[in-house]
């Protein structure tokens, strides 16, 4: 079966591509800019001796997730299982955020979602078999000050993942979300010291998570005995929102 990842070539989408690749999927690498990274992700996942290619595309541009998935079909077949991984952050307080930092972030954490959704979901109707995993964020249950664009896309990306859950229920698809909290990757290391002290001290497992620990959550939803468990928000965070 073969697996999409978007945004996999750093951080969370590529421990999730390395875990699907492990577990015998073909997984084709989505990558937007990174693309040295993407090929060694490649040459480390086809060492599980599953199939994998890379695949350049901004999913946040209707036409290149359109361009995206029409390439992965000719080349390697029809995705059955989908993580909508690709995300940003541009953050800054409400009265400071420019009106391009909102649509980047909506476009690129949100938007993103729907069109590779919408590309995806026809093959597994026809099949009717499919796992959609969306990457939320706990910032999209509680909000964030300084993250309204950030917690809007990650809000919003929940409610998509349950309206698509309800809408393709009975054709064997799910769609769940996983909201992470505080992972140790290159969108958390610009953090300041004592932020990240902060955060820390918010987590009752008491260490900051990482990139693997999302990605065994993806596991879950996309096995087969997962079935029953649709429109779901898992938050992967050591503790730290608990509601
Ligand atoms: P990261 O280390 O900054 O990696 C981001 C990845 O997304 C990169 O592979 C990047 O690809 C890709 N990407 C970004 N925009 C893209 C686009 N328009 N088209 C295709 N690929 C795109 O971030 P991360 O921490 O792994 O985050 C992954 C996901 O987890 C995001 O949705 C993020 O919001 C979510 N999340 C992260 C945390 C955390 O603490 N790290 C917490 C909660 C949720 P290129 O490098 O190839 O451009």
Redo the contacts with the bound molecule.
């Keep these: 079966m073969l697996a999409l990842v ?8 590529r421990a999730i591509a390395l875990e699907l690749g492990r577990s015998g999927y073909d997984v084709a690498v ?5 693309e040295s990274e ?1 090929l060694s992700l490649c040459d480390e996942i086809k060492t599980f001796g599953v199939n994998a290619k890379i695949f350049q ?4 541009v209707q036409e290149e997730a359109s361009r995206l998935f029409s390439e992965v079909k000719s080349s390697m077949g029809a995705v059955s299982v989908l993580v909508n ?4 952050t541009r953050d800054n307080l409400l009265m400071r955020m420019k009106p391009e930092d909102w649509l980047a972030v909506i476009n ?2 949100l938007n ?1 979602a729907f069109y590779c959704t919408r590309e995806a979901i026809r093959d597994m109707a026809k099949s009717k078999y499919g796992r959609i995993i969306n ?1 939320a ?1 706990v910032v999209g249950l509680t909000g964030n000050a300084g993250q309204s664009n950030y917690a809007a896309s990650k809000a919003g990306i929940i409610g998509f993942t349950k309206s698509v859950a309800r809408e393709y229920a009975s054709r064997g698809i799910t769609a769940n979300a996983i909201a ?4 140790e ?4 290391d610009i953090l300041k010291p004592e932020v990240k002290e902060n955060i820390l001290k918010s987590i009752p497992v008491g260490t900051i998570g990482r ?1 693997e620990d999302v990605a065994k959550a993806v596991m879950f939803f996309v096995s087969e005995t997962s079935g029953y468990i649709t429109g779901q928000v898992l938050a992967v965070d050591g503790g730290m929102t608990m509601c």
């Design positions: 978007t945004g996999a070539s750093r951080g969370i989408g989505n990558y937007n800019r990174s993407a595309a901004d999913v946040s991984n690709a995300g940003i690129s954490n993103s990457i964020s992470p909290g505080f992972i990757t290159s969108m958390t990139p």
